[in-house]
């Protein structure tokens, strides 16, 4: 699949199912490294979401296979492949506000969202501050540190977005 072509499909099936499904997956920091605990963890997912770092088309060709992917550039997603990616991505799925953007230090003041998603610092985290939602799924690609290797559930259309994350458990 050519780079193009991946960043073109990935958005057209992402945005034609922006409206279906609850459960949302929710990865990032692949680093080219798409485990198989990880697809697992998403199959039945009705959406996902990759918040960058994803490394190699390849990861996305086998998230999308799974459900409609949505996916921005991580720092490092330099190679031409990723040239089609975006830095963030403002989505509205089931009537909640997303947010998703690498590195949440570089979040601009004024985004308007219910839910933020980033990755970058490869550490999962779930927490609310003035009733936004942030969720970071840790890093699912290679260990780092003593850092967990992770991804998250994000539940949207039926009251409060809530997220979980969930630690993989490698073989």
Known sequence: M?????????????RDAVNTGKRIGVISDTHGLLRPEALAALSGCAQIIHAGDVGKPQVLEALQALAP????????????????????????????RLHVLHDL???????????????????PAIHTREGVLYLNP????PRRFSLP??????????GAPRAQLQVLALR
Do not use: C, M
């Not at 921005?72 to 190679?79: F, K, L, R, S, T």
């Not at 969202?113 to 490869?122: E, L, N, R, T």
């Not at 840790?138 to 690609?141: F, K």
């Open 138 to 141: 840790g890093s699912a690609g």
């Open 2 to 14: 050519t780079e193009q072509v991946v960043a073109i499909f990935v958005s057209q099936r992402a």
């Open 105 to 123: 230090k570089t979040l601009a003041p004024q985004v308007q969202a219910d839910v933020i998603v980033s990755g970058h610092s490869h550490k």
């Open 69 to 96: 992917l949505h996916v921005i550039a991580g720092n490092v997603d330099n190679q031409p492949w990723a040239a089609g990616l975006p830095q963030t991505l403002d989505l509205q799925i089931a009537g909640v």
């Open 149 to 158: 290797v992770s991804v998250a559930q994000l539940w949207l259309g039926d």
